[in-house]
């Protein structure tokens, strides 16, 4: 990430008056909440929404005051290498928010952020928990059941209503007075487009995420593995064209082409980061392997915290792990070949895959109580008669 210039200036509200700021700060919360925006104003036409977060919600009817996306990044090192703009960001989105008052703020994921901002708000006097009238709603859990527990008490504390898309995080928060809906995954609901399938011809896919210092450790292990493999094109998608520029700045092979996530695409094996787009893959039954590599500093201080035993989300929500998780030094280029060799001829290793695909979707399709969209839109209401 290259930091903008200080000093940070949020613009004011196009409307006169603000129903929701919603505040996503990566590419996948963009998305969601941007599919969250499109919901509520084809319900709501005439509802005023400001956000911090990326094209998604601009492009669904949000005014983005400050592209979060372009800004974010994971681990202490790289926070604390940032640091100067994270304060700022820090402190003009609670005096943008302390100045034009609206009814909800939304935060969306991105807890690093948002939680200190929900507790900033109530500490002021700003929000219903510390007395005020705005109302702070909370989509998309941080992973408490993976690290960091004791957070659903201060969550309790500074938030009045939270939204999962886990069926299971809704007994995380049963200890707390913190009201919890599952809302549905959003990769699994009427709206869902998915942007890869399975195709055992098709191309190679290489995720290496949509952060630049994660792309820059990780892409050049990835494209290595597809090196040693030596057979088969790639495609390698990028969220941004920040990040496409990250790629382009490695050689890349003739065989190999750079693609935006928005292109539906097809894919025989698939390398990935941990992120999002590893979900889509696990859920369109894609054979693969996670791969990762962190800062040093940042993986030894995650090993100490973390206490789940995988990385993907698919491999945490299955009995049994989907895909094998090469991580740090384990990610070497002849590790990465030999489990794409796997993936593209090994006819169990692709039944496998398949009915942990079917089993994934069977876990995320329980039943919801409602929309994520139409639980905003209930929390917009009770913000705006009070009651």
Not at 264 to 288: D, E, F, K, R, Y
Request: proline share 8%.
């Amino acid at each position: 990430m290259s930091a903008p210039r200080l000093p940070l200036r949020l613009p004011p509200p196009v409307a006169d008056g603000v129903d929701v700021l919603i505040v996503a700060g990566e590419h996948s919360g963009d998305q969601h909440a941007a599919t969250m925006v499109r919901g509520m104003l084809a319900q709501q036409p005439g509802l005023r929404i400001a956000a911090l977060g990326g094209p998604e919600l601009a492009a669904a009817g949000a005014q983005v005051l400050h592209d979060l996306t372009a800004t974010s990044v994971v681990g202490l090192v790289e926070v604390l290498k940032n640091f100067r703009f994270f304060r700022a960001l820090f402190a003009e989105t609670v005096n943008w928010i302390a100045t034009h008052r609206p009814r909800v703020v939304c935060f969306v994921d991105y807890p690093g952020l948002n939680l200190r901002v929900a507790a900033e708000l109530r500490q002021r006097g700003l929000s219903v928990q510390g007395g005020g009238d705005i109302r702070c709603v909370y989509y998309i859990s941080p992973q408490i059941w993976a690290w960091k527990a004791r957070r659903r008490f201060t969550m309790a504390r500074d938030l009045d209503a939270l939204a999962v898309i886990f069926p299971f995080e809704v007994e995380c928060y049963a200890d707390t007075r913190l009201p919890v809906e599952f809302v549905g995954h959003p990769f699994v609901t009427g709206h869902y487009a998915a942007p890869v399938r399975y195709d055992p011809a098709g191309p190679i896919l290489l995720l290496p995420g949509s952060r630049r210092q994660a792309v820059r450790r990780i892409f050049p292990v990835l494209l290595a593995g597809f090196r040693a493999l030596g057979e088969r094109e790639a495609v390698a998608l990028y969220p941004s064209d920040d990040i496409r520029a990250t790629l382009a700045e490695f050689p890349l092979p003739a065989q190999m082409q750079l693609h935006p996530t928005g292109t539906p695409l097809a894919a025989s094996a698939v390398l990935t980061s941990s992120g999002t787009m590893s979900m889509h893959c696990a859920l369109a039954g894609i054979p693969g392997a996670v791969v990762y590599r962190a800062n040093p500093l940042t993986y030894l201080i995650g090993r100490l915290l973390v206490k789940v035993p995988y990385l993907g989300i698919a491999n945490l929500l299955l009995p049994e792990p989907m895909y094998p998780e090469l991580i740090q030094g384990a990610a070497t280029p002849d590790a990465l070949a030999k489990e794409l060799r796997a993936c593209l001829h090994d006819p169990a290793r692709r039944e496998r895959t398949t009915a942990q695909a079917a089993q994934l979707h069977t876990t995320l399709h329980q039943p919801a109580t409602g929309t994520a969209a139409e639980w905003l839109l209930r929390e917009w209401q009770t913000a705006r008669t009070g009651a």
